[in-house]
């Protein structure tokens, strides 16, 4: 019982970790070629959703 009280939390906070460290490194690769994202989805036609 005291085992499952003490992992639930440890378990949500490497999880929400991790959802942190993966968006950090999306919005990194964003800044970082963002514009040409852009370019290559505005030739294509798929820039409207941005």
Not at 7 to 33: C, E, I, K, V
Request: proline share 2%; with cysteine; hydrophobic share 60%.
């Amino acid at each position: 019982m005291t085992l499952n009280r003490i992992t639930t939390p440890l378990l949500l906070a490497a999880g929400a970790l991790a959802l942190s460290a993966a968006t950090g490194l999306a919005f990194a690769g964003w800044l970082d070629s963002g514009a040409r994202i852009f370019m290559a989805m505005a030739e294509t036609g798929l820039a409207w959703c941005f």
